[in-house]
């Protein structure tokens, strides 16, 4: 038998890694002597490390939940085309925050705040019109 070329082994590495495949003693035997293999791995756990810390951030739960419960109150008040505007400007304020913190700027994080609560009232307005616009668009 021919042996496995590294592409193939790479090929397994990522099976392994969906959880499509199960180890086997040549593939281990073979990443313990091929740096690039072995390199390979190492950045499909990194990736996996990275992809655990981010959905475990806890600031993202609690407040995505908070924001599902205050888009409820508000879509019994008001119309849909409100509940949308809210829940992206919600979202991305969400998505920067976690980012940041992510990305270890958990202290420019009050400053940040400062900085939205100033802006968002400026730009509210116009993200208002553009979707308006949007939805329009898409009705027709
Ligand atoms: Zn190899």
């Not at 890694?17 to 180890?23: Q, R, T």
């Amino acid at each position: 038998m021919v042996s496995k070329g590294c592409s193939q082994y790479q090929e397994d590495l990522m099976d392994i890694y969906y959880g499509e495949l199960e180890w086997d003693v040549k593939t281990k035997e073979h990443l313990l002597n091929c740096e690039e293999c072995n390199g390979y791995w190492e950045q499909l756990m990194e990736m996996k490390k990275t992809l655990e810390i981010t959905s475990e951030e806890p600031i993202n739960y609690s407040e995505i939940r908070n924001v599902m419960e205050k888009a409820e109150e508000i879509q019994q008040k008001n119309s849909l085309k409100d509940l949308f505007i809210f829940i992206i400007l919600a979202s991305g304020f969400l998505f920067t925050i976690a980012s940041l913190v992510f990305k270890g700027y958990g202290r420019s994080i009050l400053y940040l705040q400062g900085i939205l609560h100033l802006a968002l009232p400026l730009s509210l307005p116009f993200l208002l019109k553009r979707r308006l616009l949007k939805e329009e668009l898409d009705e027709h």
